[in-house]
């Protein structure tokens, strides 16, 4: 009997095949990956944007007013994403303070879905509160107090 040398058109046709759907299930792990990382990336970029506007709106207003979706410029010049934010204030369910929440949204410009979205909610107190319960103490002091002329020290 004599011995083989090589491979038979069956291994090798076999071998092929394993080969080709090994790197059918790699091609689909890569793109997943490259999806992960830039929905990743878009989901930072929509936290950082966020948080700067809060600290914005925390430091520039007095009273923070509600914002309708507004875009924002993208901090990355070769990115394509569009990135809106918005600033929801309403009363907390504890007098005197408000909840206010900013939400930054990032958007695919070839589709109107959102590739991100991130949104931090902060309760601060009232300025409005502070005004008129100062104004309030001002008024009781001037009327229960005859002495005083209806004026403030």
Do not use: H
């Amino acid at each position: 009997m004599k011995k083989r040398r090589g491979f038979s058109l069956l291994e090798i046709l076999l071998a092929l095949a394993i080969f080709g759907g090994a790197l059918a299930v790699l091609s689909q792990i890569v793109g997943t990956g490259v999806d992960a990382g830039s929905s990743a990336r878009e989901l930072a970029m929509a936290r950082l944007l966020c948080q700067s506007k809060l600290s914005e709106l925390l430091l520039v207003n007095v009273t923070p007013t509600a914002v309708p979706s507004t875009p924002l410029p993208s901090p990355d010049s070769a990115s394509d994403t569009v990135f809106q934010y918005a600033v929801e204030v309403a009363p907390a369910p504890i007098d005197g303070l408000l909840v206010l929440r900013v939400s930054v949204e990032a958007k695919s410009p070839d589709a109107d879905a959102a590739v991100a979205s991130y949104s931090i909610t902060r309760w601060i107190i009232d300025p409005l509160l502070g005004l008129e319960q100062a104004e309030a103490e001002a008024a009781a002091m001037r009327s229960s107090d005859p002495a005083m002329g209806g004026m403030l020290p």
